[in-house]
């Protein structure tokens, strides 16, 4: 069993940042992928930013340029740094676990709220 617990979500006006928190604790098997999902009102959940435990990344193209997914191993900890802000971005973000390979190896956080507005 995998828990995560995320935090950092929060209202924020367009054009400023934000870090998302998500720390993991449990069964964590060394090859894995973490991630951040975001779904917005009537729209369906989407993959923002992944990251592997290689450390390789993965970003949508609504966001490249202006998040960036990162991670501290020692912590089992993933990070979501966003900047320049916009509108669109309001939704709730979701943190993932996935284990490579295994379907049902697959978790998901409560989600943060995420409020972008003037």
């Known amino acids: 069993q995998v828990q995560l617990v995320e935090s950092g979500g929060g209202l924020v006006q367009p054009g400023g940042s934000l870090r998302l928190s998500c720390a993991a604790s449990?069964?964590?098997?060394?090859?894995?992928?973490m991630g951040w999902y975001r779904q917005a009102p009537g729209k369906q959940r989407e993959m923002v930013a992944t990251?592997?435990?290689?450390?390789?990344?993965n970003y949508a193209d609504s966001v490249k340029g202006r998040f960036t997914i990162s991670r501290d191993n020692a912590k089992n900890t993933v990070y979501l740094h966003m900047n320049n802000l916009k509108p669109e971005d309001t939704a709730v973000y979701y943190c993932?676990?996935?284990?490579?390979?295994?379907?049902?190896?697959?978790?998901w956080g409560q989600g943060t709220q995420v409020t972008v507005s003037s």
């Open positions: 993932n676990y996935r284990r490579y390979a295994v379907v049902s190896d697959n978790y």
């Open positions: 449990g069964s964590i098997f060394s090859i894995h992928v």
């Open positions: 990251i592997t435990s290689g450390g390789n990344t």
